[in-house]
Antibody, heavy 114, light 112 residues
Framework: EVQLVESGGGLVQPGRSLRLSCTASGFTFGDYAMSWVRQAPGKGLEWIGF??????????EYAASVKGRFTISRDDSKSIAYLQMNSLKTEDTAVYYC?????WGQGTLVTVSS | DIVMTQTPLSLSVTPGQPASISCKSSQSLLHSDGKTYLYWYLQKPGQPPQLLIY???NRFSGVPDRFSGSGSGTDFTLKISRVEAEDVGVYYC?????????FGQGTKLEIK
């Protein structure tokens, strides 16, 4: 069974940092690109970035709203994708999902507030 | 960025009746590889999105055959042949031909 489990969310002050993890199981993690998508309270879905598989260079792409502040990485030996979020803003408050396109995790809530 | 526009934004359907959601993209989603990168997701209340349809018309594993997708270029449709109570939630289309990947605003399906 495919599972994606996000962790690391919580309450953080504006300007601070947070790192989210996405632990995968049930499939060959290294073969897949992994995306992060967020959903602000009561709003729709926003793609924020992804990391390609090593076979495609392991490179990353980001939405303009987070470029330069957020960094996606992966550890294929542990089947984990990471989302490092720096210089957080109140508008980054959202549930953050990791997804392989086919499958989604349950999400982790990040609240940016003083 | 490619803009995805869904209509209607809300839908109230009697169980057993059909439902249809339209998704229009601001640019063609047909890739040079011959595939069209349009996906449909359902987000049930309190849950993450789940994939229903990929590449316009392919049902994902386990998706009931009452769900079907069609369209080409910039115009796409998700149809539910006979709505059931478990189909409530918000439906999103998404394109992945161009970065950033973008979603439609969502269509909320309710049961009458």
């Amino acid at each position: 069974e495919v599972q994606l489990v996000e962790s690391g969310g919580g309450l953080v002050q504006p300007g601070r940092s947070l790192r989210l993890s996405c632990t995968a199981s049930g499939f060959t993690f290294g073969d897949y690109a992994m995306s992060w998508v967020r959903q602000a309270p009561g709003k729709g879905l926003e793609w924020i970035g992804f990391i390609r598989s090593k076979a495609y260079g392991g490179t990353t792409e980001y939405a303009a709203s987070v470029k330069g502040r957020f960094t996606i990485s992966r550890d294929d030996s542990k089947s984990i994708a990471y989302l490092q979020m720096n210089s957080l803003k109140t508008e980054d408050t959202a549930v953050y999902y990791c997804t392989s396109v086919d499958y989604w995790g349950q999400g982790t809530l990040v609240t940016v507030s003083s | 960025d490619i803009v995805m526009t869904q209509t209607p934004l809300s839908l109230s359907v009697t169980p057993g009746q059909p439902a249809s959601i339209s998704c229009k993209s601001s640019q063609s989603l047909l890739h040079s590889d011959g595939k069209t990168y349009l996906y449909w997701y359902l987000q049930k209340p309190g849950q993450p999105p789940q994939l229903l349809i990929y590449e316009v018309s392919n049902r994902f594993s386990g998706v009931p055959d009452r769900f079907s997708g069609s369209g080409s270029g910039t115009d796409f449709t998700l149809k539910i042949s006979r709505v059931e109570a478990e189909d409530v939630g918000v439906y999103y289309c998404m394109q992945s031909i161009q970065l950033p990947k973008t979603f439609g605003q969502g269509t909320k399906l309710e049961i009458k």
